[in-house]
């Protein structure tokens, strides 16, 4: 069965420096999406990124990037030049084609807390 | 500024009530999800809808129902609130994620109930 694994609790990083958030998933299907999702504190949940199975270069959104090792089955998110604003729950979730299809549907880890640090 | 609205972001209710949390979306979304949220656990898919009408369970449907008589309108029922259905309940929207579109998942506040 498909799953996502997000092994790091909680984090601590300093203000500017680089972050590297796990995730491993597991799936059969070879059509699949990887997403990452920022939630604050306020509760609301952020899309920050995603890569898909077949994409060639690994995915990047400004501060984040997604480190996309297909045969390790990990999309590990890289948050670079940390702020305090980044201090916030992070969840990875992966959309299956073959499962969810049309209807989009994710399954997420468990979350990694990270707290930025002045 | 497309947005998902969920109608409570606090409720208290006491065991046995009915429960109703609802949710709208105006992107006119096909798809439409409850999920909830619990420390330790993730998101747990509770139930979805990808076409008004019709329903599919998720992972942990038991003591919950929805209802979709709206594109824009998703509502999850529960029947007779119990203490462990105290959570935190996240409603989101996507489109069928097609013709280059990651197909994302647009969440709502969030509804955090506590039953008594």
């Known amino acids: 069965a498909q799953k996502i694994t997000q092994t790091q609790p909680g984090m601590f990083v300093q203000e500017k420096e680089a972050v590297t958030l796990d995730c491993t998933y597991d799936?059969?299907?070879?059509?699949?999406?990887l997403f990452w999702y920022k939630q604050p504190s306020s509760g609301e949940m952020i899309f920050l990124i995603y890569?898909?199975?077949?994409?060639?270069q690994n995915a990047t959104e400004g501060r984040y990037s997604l480190n996309f090792q297909k045969a390790r089955k990990s999309a590990n998110l890289v948050i670079s030049a940390s702020q305090l604003g980044d201090s916030a729950m992070y969840f990875c979730?992966?959309?299956?084609?073959?499962?969810?299809?049309?209807?989009?549907?994710?399954?997420f880890g468990t979350g990694t807390l990270l707290a930025v640090q002045p | 500024d497309v947005k998902v609205t969920q109608s409570s972001r606090y409720l208290v209710k006491r065991t046995g009530e009915k429960v109703f949390l609802e949710c709208v979306q105006d992107?006119?979304?096909?798809?439409m999800f409850w999920y909830r949220q619990d420390p330790g656990l993730g998101l747990r898919l509770i139930y979805f809808s990808y076409d008004v009408k019709m329903k599919e369970k998720g992972d942990i449907p038991e003591g919950y129902s929805v209802s979709r008589e709206k594109k824009e309108r998703f509502s999850l029922i529960l029947e007779s609130a119990s203490t462990n259905q105290t959570s935190m309940y996240l409603c989101?929207?996507?489109?069928?994620?097609?013709?280059?579109?990651?197909?994302?998942?647009?969440f709502g506040e969030g509804s955090r109930l506590t039953v008594l």
């Open positions: 992107m006119d979304h096909e798809n």
């Open positions: 799936t059969s299907d070879p059509s699949y999406g």
């Open positions: 890569q898909g199975s077949y994409d060639q």
């Open positions: 979730a992966m959309r299956e084609a073959g499962y969810g299809g049309a209807t989009n549907k994710l399954i």
């Open positions: 989101a929207s996507s489109s069928p994620g097609n013709s280059g579109d990651t197909g994302e998942l647009f």
